[in-house]
């Protein structure tokens, strides 16, 4: 009765409100828990083993990046051996999970979820120690997570009920969906709990077994993680935990008996993936599944009959939320020169209130970019932003002395094709591009090889209309920002060399875990 009524009833998960003084105190406090408990190492789990190598790696604080945050061991020295092993267990654990009904599995993930909501400031201070996420983006991440279990398993139950088929005089014809078998999966570190535990969650909910690899930018978020499907009882060799980088990446999409791979992150390691995975090794048995997610360079377009007020202030948040650092973030303002002057002077205003600091204090509102690489790729990109003619507004420069600081960086007078306004800088920086009309502010927008997220600010509701038929996105907002998808509202997922055109968070998303089989009986 209580699987049904969850089934029944799925709402968002609420953001948290720090402006109330006993939920500010409570994240204090959770700040202060997971502080104490840094600099612990976790081991790698195999089949209900946990395993420690010799040589190990740090992920750092990269707002502190004195601090460490969680010690692991780097599978990439014994690559081969461990990914052998894990997939071992995994295909082990098949046998029987398939076989567990979708209602018992989809428990599993209420009971997750049930436990992250009542941890949940301490998940969200984790995110804060290790990612740099600010209270609200942290809580948000955390909110999803949550999201993707309850929605996922509901919708688990839903696809394991009767499925429509046309009727047949003296046959008795039935069609269902069973699993894909054992899963690679690689998630990201910009939303390490939300997208890691949507990922896993999804591929275990529809009957699979997986090997998860996280970014070695946020192990610690997706071992705390492992933990709770430890506490709840999963069953050993259904999630499988190794760290390392790209050799153990390399060896989990390579091996013969990994059925699928479930990616998220760059489009250069995507399309990589993606050519790994269509060749067939000695072996293997079937045509490798690839289900990823791999960015964008999004774009808000605004009209000369926006409210400039609205666009404005949902650019701010679009571009510099999390520090630029999200798949859906705006990277690109494509405006109607007939209100440029007017609209850059009010984002520009606001952009300079923003307080970039320590990601532990409330108030906070931009940290630290993820790592050194980061930190130096997107002055880089400022550099050949300025040499390409474009004017530096605000922001420019950075700090890396105690954290990867970066301002808030707004660059004036960029031209379409120039290169800060075709290639994903995953950074604070956003690019400035006139349009003569809201006719050219679209061929701009869609001159692009990805095809993620965008927005259009207008009060004309022909030009809205035409953006909802011509704007080539999997995700188009109108007149509000281009990020925050919610799970369920918003199912997420872009073309081109976005991904593979997968919805996150929709009704369809499992489907990219399972495989359809009709079983048709003569009476």
Known sequence: MQTQKVLDEFRNEPFTDFSKPENANAMRAAIEKVRGE?????????GGEKITLEKKFESINPAEKSQVVGVFSEGDTDAENLVNKAIDAATEAFKSWKNVSPEERAEYLFKTAKILRRRKHEFSAWMIFEVGKTWAEADGDTAEAIDFLE???????????EQPVTKLEGEDNRFEYIPLGVGAVIPPWNFPLAIMAGMTSAAIVAGNTVVLKPSSDSPTIAAKFVEVL???GLPNGVVNFITGSAKTGEAMVTHPKTRFISFTGSKQVGLHINEQAAKTRDGQIWIKRVVAEMGGKDAIVVAEDADLDSAALGTVQAAFGFQGQKCSACSRLIVDEKVHDALVEKIVEQTKKLKIGLPTEGDTNMSAVINKRAFDNTLSYIEKGVEEGGKVLTGGSGDDADGFYIEPTIIDNVEPKATIEQEEIFAPVLAVIKAKDFDHALEIANDTEFGLTGAVYSSDEEKLEKA???????NLYLNRKCTGALVGAHPFGGFNMSGTDSKA???EYLLQFMQGKLVSKKV
Do not use: N, Q, S
Request: avoid cysteine.
């Open 38 to 46: 840094l600099g612990r190492e976790y081991p790698i789990f195999i």
């Open 151 to 161: 929605f996922y398993g509901r919708e688990m139950i839903r696809w394991a009920g």
């Open 505 to 507: 968070g929709g009704r």
């Open 468 to 474: 909802r038929r011509e704007f080539h996105v999997g």
């Open 230 to 232: 430890e506490e709840i």
